[in-house]
């Protein structure tokens, strides 16, 4: 069955950064887009980035210039690198995919940055 499964995340200080990975399995990985999602206590999940099957990269306007989304096709694996951390990045980060008809989703991790 398809499972995606993140780590990477962690307690960070402002200007920090940290690398997140998701390992997918259970589908054909280079067939389709990826993306990051983030969930801020008492906020709406909200999408960070996203890379197509052909390593096209999008990202909300928060992440520009300091995250960057990557795929390693031959390791299943989707990475979300971010850069010059910022308290108001402190979420749970969720791996996720679209495929066919359906939604998936990691379980999340957890980045602070704390103010």
């Known amino acids: 069955q398809v499972q995606l499964v993140e780590s990477g995340g962690g307690l960070v200080q402002p200007g920090g950064s940290l690398r997140l990975s998701c390992a997918a399995s259970?589908?054909?990985?280079?067939?389709?887009?990826m993306s990051w999602y983030r969930q801020a206590p008492g906020k709406e999940r909200e999408v960070v980035a996203r890379?197509?099957?052909?390593?096209?990269?999008d990202y909300a306007d928060s992440a520009k210039g300091r995250f960057t989304i990557s795929r390693d096709n031959a390791e299943n694996t989707v990475y979300l690198q971010m850069n010059s951390l910022k308290p108001e990045d402190t979420a749970v980060y969720y791996c996720?995919?679209?495929?066919?008809?359906?939604?998936?989703w990691g379980q999340g991790t957890q980045v602070t940055v704390p103010s």
């Open positions: 259970g589908f054909t990985f280079s067939n389709y887009a």
């Open positions: 890379i197509t099957a052909g390593s096209i990269t």
């Open positions: 996720y995919a679209r495929l066919l008809w359906s939604n998936y």
